[in-house]
């Protein structure tokens, strides 16, 4: 299943094995954030305990509103006993992160 905003940003869920991988692509930021609040809701709802891989790889920009969906889904997958990764991540997502500590935060992987 996945979703479309008004912006082109879109997301899919799939499954893969043990977890729930949310594909967004475009723009992450105020613009979308909600289209990508949804598609993390339905990914968190999956499997309990929730375990999300959120693939970044076709996101070209995130702003602080991307980042609080990010930090706001690991709160509530993590209060739930699951986990959440991010996958994907392009060179400037990566210095983002590491920018505002937040590579700290969360586990990456390349796939």
């Given at each position: 299943?996945?979703?479309?905003?008004?912006?082109?940003?879109?997301?899919?869920?799939?499954?893969?094995?043990?977890?729930?991988?949310?594909?967004?692509?475009?723009?992450?930021?105020?613009?979308s954030v909600?289209?990508?609040?949804?598609?993390?809701?339905?990914?968190?709802?999956?499997?309990?305990?929730?375990?999300?891989?959120?693939?970044?790889?076709?996101?070209?920009?995130?702003?602080?509103?991307?980042?609080?969906?990010?930090?706001?889904?690991?709160?509530?997958?993590?209060?739930?006993g699951g986990?959440?990764?991010?996958?994907?991540?392009?060179?400037?997502?990566?210095?983002?992160?590491?920018?505002?500590?937040?590579?700290?935060?969360f586990a990456?992987?390349?796939?």
């Amino acid at each position: 299943m996945g979703g479309t905003d008004r912006t082109g940003f879109s997301w899919i869920v799939t499954r893969r094995d043990d977890a729930t991988v949310l594909s967004p692509a475009g723009d992450l930021d105020l613009a979308s954030v909600e289209e990508f609040r949804s598609g993390l809701t339905q990914a968190m709802t999956d499997l309990t305990p929730p375990h999300v891989v959120v693939d970044l790889h076709d996101v070209g920009f995130c702003d602080s509103s991307g980042l609080n969906a990010l930090i706001w889904a690991a709160n509530r997958v993590e209060e739930a006993g699951g986990r959440l990764r991010l996958s994907g991540l392009q060179p400037r997502m990566t210095r983002l992160l590491r920018m505002t500590g937040l590579d700290k935060r969360f586990a990456a992987s390349d796939s």
